[in-house]
């Protein structure tokens, strides 16, 4: 059950998904401004990574294996800090504005806080 009381059926019901999606659609609007020499370098990376998350998100729900499920959600967590460190280049070479990594790195944040809730929860269970 979610905090509403909704069960919770399908990985996109969960906050953490919904936050790395949201994350994702992000990352694809912003790289759609960088430079064209970058599009299978920086901007390649950084899609992946974030499609690296919500789909770990995703693969981890549908596991039946507690200690399987935290292990996505981790590797969902390695991704994201693979991207912030890909947000953090972007911004240093001035291919994303600061307001737009703030932006970008806030959600990140709140992605980070869910999936480490997710991975307590599992814990508890454990």
Do not use: C
């Not at 200690?67 to 994303?96: M, P, R, V, W």
């Amino acid at each position: 059950m979610d905090m509403i009381g909704k069960k919770i059926r399908n990985f996109t019901d969960l906050q953490a998904w919904k936050e790395a999606h949201k994350l994702t659609l992000s990352i694809y609007q912003v790289t759609k401004l960088f430079p064209n020499e970058e599009t299978y370098s920086l901007v390649n990376q950084m899609r992946r990574s974030s499609i690296s998350i919500s789909s770990n998100i995703a693969e981890g729900f549908s596991r039946q294996s507690r200690k399987e499920k935290i292990q996505f959600y981790y590797t969902a967590k390695g991704s994201l800090t693979e991207l912030q460190n890909q947000l953090l280049i972007s911004k240093d070479i001035h291919y994303i504005s600061h307001e737009n990594y703030s932006s970008i790195i806030e959600l990140t944040i709140i992605v980070d806080k869910l999936l480490t809730g997710l991975i307590r929860s599992i814990r508890i269970l454990l």
